[in-house]
């Protein structure tokens, strides 16, 4: 199946998650995700420090993180979520947080190998191209310290939204406004090149209910 224009997918969802996120504050509620629940506790275990965590959205899981005592960068593309990560660390003094605006499909805009892992609810499945994940997933190796972890949650071909709404080519389907690009096995695997892949987690989550995949990843020493 051809691929929408990829600019123009961009440019509407960025219009539209801007819309939404303005009209709906803590539209996902203020209690974290179990995927950063989880994560904070892998990152306790490794030892991390330093976490960036991609698509932060309106902050629910960054401050979460923010407050297991994780220095977190995190990035958005809308300018309503930044501002509202920057009034909720400031309201609870959380001064080891902070975020900045940024499109994921640019180079992230830090130096090689400064963080001690990554973090991402749902990022990966937002309206991208397979070649801007894979750009995502090379560029988040790139960031990462010998050794780093990679957590990151993605709505894969099982959901029950799969294959329904408007197609737009690539696994990509819109519903109610939103583009989720469905992840298979294989590019799962795909993204994991250059990692190690530690586990692939089934689980659910909200009142569909939505059908993730949880999946570690490692960069090698």
């Known amino acids: 199946m051809t691929i929408d224009d990829p600019a123009a997918l961009r440019e509407g969802q960025q219009r539209h998650w801007s819309e939404v996120l303005a009209a709906n504050p803590d539209m996902y509620g203020l209690e974290p ?105 090379d560029e988040t190796r790139r960031v990462l310290r010998p050794g780093g972890t990679v957590i990151y949650t993605v709505r894969h071909t099982g959901d029950a939204h799969y294959g329904t709404g408007v197609p737009h080519g690539d696994e990509m389907f819109e519903q109610g406004g939103f583009i989720v690009h469905f992840f298979d096995d294989e590019l799962v695997q795909q993204l994991a090149e250059g990692f190690e892949l530690i586990e692939v987690a089934s689980f659910t989550e909200g009142d569909l209910p939505r059908r993730l995949w949880r999946v570690t990843m490692r960069k090698p020493d």
């Open 33 to 137: 995700s179990s995927a950063a629940i989880h994560a904070a506790e892998q990152f306790a275990v490794r030892g991390v420090t330093t976490v960036l965590e991609l698509g932060a959205g309106q902050g629910r899981d960054t401050m979460f993180l923010g407050a297991q005592g994780f220095d977190l960068v995190a990035l958005d593309y809308v300018d309503d979520a930044i501002a509202t990560i920057h009034a909720k660390a400031a309201s609870t003094g959380l001064a080891n947080v902070t975020a900045r605006r940024h499109d994921v499909r640019e180079p992230l805009p830090f130096s090689d190998a400064c963080f001690d892992a990554s973090y991402s609810h749902m990022l990966f499945c937002m309206a991208l191209t397979t070649p801007e994940i894979m750009r995502l997933a």
